[in-house]
């Protein structure tokens, strides 16, 4: 597609589950973030791709948050143990380099997750 | 610390009347400046950026951005309001210092009335 895609859309789950959010950038873009958005929040930043290497995964709250990108293009944010704190809209951003300070970055339309 | 403030939580204006979206940052050295809108819907889009030179930025849908150093602010401007300019309005900051990740301010829902 054109723009950034994100799926699944909307995703309930239990306390404790395992989830997986899925976020396809736009085609040759190499520069891919993960951020999330609580309800009256800006976007909080989690994780930065540039490749298939974290760049900087600094904003990840604790180590029940996992994502990887192992081939460049896709990239999957993992959530285990999941809380109802975790709930929120999960938004994928891509860019052609590493955009936030030249550029500009390609939001996809997010993933909201509810914890129950 | 570093922050980015949006001091107004929503805003509500009527259509045809002019815009102020006020945006207010902390950082050692200007930072690049950003502008995003937040529709039903849809992804955060770029309205317009600043990154050094005429302090005065023109973006897309109208709308316009004043940097002013003195009062480390970035206020988002639009002469005419229209009914469409209804959603979330967030400022965003990179330091300048090659690091990359844009940081959001809280945000500013606009609201237009008939």
């Known amino acids: 597609g054109a723009g950034v895609s994100q799926t699944p859309s909307n995703k309930v789950t239990e306390k404790g589950k395992y989830v997986e959010l899925r976020c396809d950038p736009i085609s040759g873009h190499t520069a891919l973030y993960w951020y999330r958005q609580s309800l009256g929040q800006g976007p909080e930043f989690l994780i930065y791709?540039?490749?298939?290497?974290?760049?900087?995964d600094s904003g990840l709250p604790n180590d029940r948050f996992f994502a990887v990108r192992p081939e460049g293009s896709v990239s999957t944010l993992k959530i285990q143990r999941t809380e109802r704190g975790d709930s929120a809209v999960y938004l994928c951003a891509s860019s052609p380099s590493s955009g936030g300070g030249a550029g500009e970055l390609f939001f996809g339309e997010g993933s909201r997750l509810t914890v129950l | 610390a570093q922050s980015v403030t949006q001091p107004d939580i929503h805003i509500t204006v009527s259509e045809g009347a002019s815009l102020e979206l006020r945006c207010n940052y902390s950082?050692?050295?200007?930072?690049?400046l950003f502008w995003y809108v937040q529709s039903p819907g849809q992804g955060l889009q770029l309205l317009l950026k600043y990154f050094s030179g005429d302090t005065l930025v023109q973006g897309i849908k109208g709308f316009e951005a004043e940097f002013k150093r003195s009062q480390s602010s970035f206020n988002l401007r639009k002469p005419s309001v229209h009914w469409s300019d209804a959603a979330e309005y967030f400022c965003a900051v990179v330091p300048n210092s090659g690091y990359s990740t844009l940081t959001f301010g809280k945000g500013t829902m606009l609201l237009v009335s008939p």
């Open positions: 950082y050692g050295a200007t930072p690049y």
């Open positions: 791709f540039q490749g298939t290497g974290a760049a900087d």
